[in-house]
């Protein structure tokens, strides 16, 4: 995700990833697990309406600290390329996530994942 913002290809706050979602940009949508009810729901409406794959993952604070930014609770990732990385690590900490229920640790609790 650093490398991604270092290259300007996200949209970091909850007003522009909405409008990256609109203008058909965003790729993937990030939501900090500790997001607002309403915040969340808001984002993943308009997900679910736009087709763009949207997961939660890590706190606010982490997040923010990934992309270098401050009390940031979701990003889109606006480039294809840097998409299916994310996914690819998305997936293999999903996979130790059902590894971490037979005692595994995992760093990042995984929420959802709409594909």
Do not use: P
């Not at 609109?22 to 409406?45: F, P, Q």
């Not at 736009?50 to 993952?57: A, K, L, P, Q, R």
């Amino acid at each position: 995700m650093g490398f991604a913002a270092r290259s300007g290809k996200i949209s970091s706050g909850q007003e522009q990833v909405i409008n990256s979602i609109r203008n058909g940009k965003a790729k993937l949508v990030i939501l900090a697990d500790d997001t607002s009810d309403s915040s969340k729901k808001k984002i993943r409406d308009k997900c679910n309406y736009y087709g763009v794959d949207c997961i939660e993952i890590m706190d606010r604070d982490e997040l923010s600290k990934c992309v270098g930014k401050i009390a940031k609770t979701c990003i889109s990732i606006n480039d294809d390329g840097f998409m299916q990385s994310i996914i690819k690590e998305y997936e293999k900490l999903n996979i130790r996530g059902k590894e971490a229920d037979k005692g595994g640790a995992i760093r990042w609790k995984i929420q959802g994942y709409m594909r």
